[in-house]
């Protein structure tokens, strides 16, 4: 692979990474225990009176419920872009379908920098 389409390949995955660490920082927060483990935080809302600190609670319950299908995407995107960062850092292996071992055609990583597979393995 050209040097200069992994170099912007590289730059495309630090940008998105940098957006999606932000994105992800405002309703989760990084685990200590687990690098690269992102964890949903539960909101807390300030209480009134007893209805509406029920009301809140349930709000709060709903929220949290929807945050957490996110952070998994995100963790997702974010975990396979690193991945990505990984291979170009160590030289080996960017571009390379991890199931068949053919190269992914560029057009694919362009479109999508973070692949790990191409698109027939993908679909499988």
Not at 4 to 31: H, Y
Not at 66 to 76: M, T
Not at 91 to 110: A, D, F, H, S, T
Request: glycine residues 4%; contains cysteine.
């Amino acid at each position: 692979m050209k040097k200069d389409f992994l170099d912007k390949q590289k730059q495309k995955l630090e940008q998105t990474k940098q957006a999606l660490e932000r994105g992800l920082s405002n309703f989760a927060a990084k685990d200590p225990q687990l690098k690269h483990d992102w964890d949903t935080i539960y909101p807390n809302y300030s209480r009134g009176t007893e209805n509406e600190g029920l009301e809140a609670e349930a709000d709060e319950v709903e929220e949290y419920e929807r945050s957490l299908p996110i952070e998994y995407n995100l963790e997702i995107k974010l975990r396979n872009i690193n991945i990505a960062l990984e291979k170009i850092k160590k030289g080996m292996g960017y571009g390379i379908c991890e199931k068949c071992q053919q190269e992914i055609p560029e057009q694919r990583l362009e479109a999508c920098p973070e692949a790990r597979f191409c698109m027939k393995c993908q679909n499988k």
